[in-house]
């Protein structure tokens, strides 16, 4: 993941880095608020929502769950380096 994050700033790394080793749900999903892992990275509220925006617009996250105003994100295929694009073959000549 490292390799393929080169691109990013250094918040947005470290955001990323944070999904990929958080503890996770069955979905994948990080089930803890923007204000807490802002809180562990040290940065204020708004810029660790800002960057995950910027993340999920990057294809790098993806949300997951809602609960009310609340959302939970997990790592995107991009991020795990997954393939997302099935090649397609023929079954028969017509």
């Known amino acids: 993941m490292l390799t393929r994050s080169a691109g990013l700033t250094a918040n947005q790394r470290l955001v990323l880095m944070l ?3 958080h503890k ?3 979905s994948g999903a ?5 204000a ?8 204020a509220p708004t810029v660790f929502s800002r960057t995950r925006r910027q993340l999920v617009a ?3 996250l993806e949300e997951s769950e809602r ?5 939970f ?3 995107a295929p991009k991020s795990t380096g997954e393939q997302v694009v099935v090649p397609l073959r023929r079954t028969g000549t017509r």
């Open 36 to 43: 807490e892992l802002a809180a562990h990275l040290g940065l």
């Open 19 to 21: 999904y990929a080793t």
């Open 58 to 60: 990057g294809g790098w």
């Open 24 to 26: 996770t749900d069955r």
């Open 30 to 34: 990080v089930p803890v608020t923007a």
């Open 67 to 71: 609960f009310g105003h609340i959302r």
């Open 73 to 75: 994100y997990r790592l």
